[in-house]
């Protein structure tokens, strides 16, 4: 059971939009940054969003990111087949004095 | 390039020991803040461990508190997991990762990761 819930799996077709949502509590995502990750089986994660909102450099803006209280929100836009992998949320725990992810959500471009 | 690659990963009995190492290249290691994280088969993503810059300030996820140890060598561009009674549920595959900003906790260069195998 992870600290942090994501739905499970997410579908979309090509060059739409797909929101995945991230829940959480007071003494993670409330009170601490929030990072989105995209993660290919096989390869290393790799960094979508930081503190919140912000971009990496080399990360398209058809990512977006979100928060509000204790909810944080990936967003994705022009669906492309290589989108299809599996995202993750993740923060600092403040009472738990570590890194919590979510469970990650499976994206499937139809 | 800045890069990370990890090694020391292989089977091991549960109740037995294994060393894990990453070599930073590309960048200032002595900079960063530099985590492990973890993921079993069919799982997500598990948080292990995070040191700072100067290797003085130390978290382990309460699954390997007291059986991990991380540390770093600045001098040598790399990071340390020494993993001790080892059980079933430690078989993963292990990532180093370099955190992009200290205070924001996110993870912006990964290795390719290694994997350990915990197996009688």
């Known amino acids: 059971q992870s600290v942090l819930t994501q739905p499970p799996s997410v579908s979309a077709a090509p060059g739409q939009k797909v929101t995945i949502s991230c829940s959480g509590s007071s003494s993670n995502i409330g009170n601490n940054y929030v990072s989105w990750y995209q993660h290919l089986p096989g390869t290393a994660p790799k960094l979508l969003i930081y503190?919140?909102?912000k971009r990496p450099s080399g990360i398209p803006d058809r990512f977006s990111g979100s928060k509000s209280g204790t909810s944080a929100t990936l967003g994705i836009t022009g669906l492309q087949t290589g989108d299809e992998a599996d995202y993750y949320c993740g923060t600092w725990d403040s009472s738990l004095k570590g890194v919590v992810f979510g469970g990650g959500t499976k994206l499937t471009v139809l | 390039e800045v890069q990370l690659v990890e090694s020391g990963g292989g089977l091991v009995q549960p109740g037995g020991s294994l060393r894990l190492s990453c070599a930073a290249s590309?960048?200032?290691?002595?900079?960063?803040?530099m985590k492990w994280v973890r993921q079993a088969p069919g799982r997500g993503l598990e948080w292990v461990s995070s040191?700072?810059?100067?290797?003085?300030?130390?978290y382990y996820a309460d699954s390997v508190k007291g059986r991990f140890t991380l540390s770093r060598d600045n001098a040598k561009n790399s990071l340390y997991l020494q993993m001790n009674s080892l059980r079933d549920d430690d078989t993963a595959v292990y990532y180093c990762a370099r955190v992009y900003i200290s205070g924001s906790n996110a993870m912006d260069v990964w290795g390719q990761g290694t994997t350990v195998t915990v197996s009688s």
């Open positions: 040191i700072n810059s100067g290797g003085g300030t130390i």
């Open positions: 590309g960048f200032t290691f002595s900079s960063y803040n």
């Open positions: 503190e919140n909102n």
